[in-house]
């Protein structure tokens, strides 16, 4: 079984920065595909970032494109999304995504994903 814990939420200014982090415990599939999805009150979970096993290939949501970084540390099973020029349209449940699969390519569908993290919240007021 494998549990994603994310850490690294909380409430900031617009403009401001945060960096989620999500450690996988119990048993590791360190080089499979992970993602980070957001859920806003009263809207669909969506796919906020993506990267494959390896790292090599990353999928970015327009909304946030140029401001959000996905990162993976395969070694300490691992994923972080660095967060910047926070928008409070970025205000949601954020939720880490592990798969299974050793993906070269990253996942946007949640279908693709089996373990998802409890979520942290992100507060940007403007």
């Known amino acids: 079984q494998v549990q994603p814990v994310e850490s690294g939420g909380g409430l900031v200014q617009a403009g401001g920065s945060l960096r989620l982090s999500c450690a996988a415990s119990g048993r590791t599939f360190s080089a499979t595909a992970k993602g980070w999805f957001r859920q806003a009150p009263g809207k669909e979970r969506e796919v906020v970032a993506s990267i494959s096993g390896a790292g090599s290939n990353t999928y970015y949501a327009d909304s946030v494109k140029g401001r959000f970084t996905i990162s993976r540390d395969n070694a300490k099973n691992t994923v972080d999304l660095q967060m910047k020029s926070l928008k409070p349209e970025d205000t949601a449940v954020y939720f880490c995504?592990?798969?299974?699969?050793?993906?070269?390519?990253?996942?946007?569908?949640?279908?693709?994903?089996?373990?998802w993290g409890q979520g942290t919240q992100v507060t940007v007021s403007s």
């Open positions: 995504a592990v798969s299974l699969r050793y993906s070269a390519s990253p996942y946007t569908s949640e279908i693709n994903y089996d373990y």
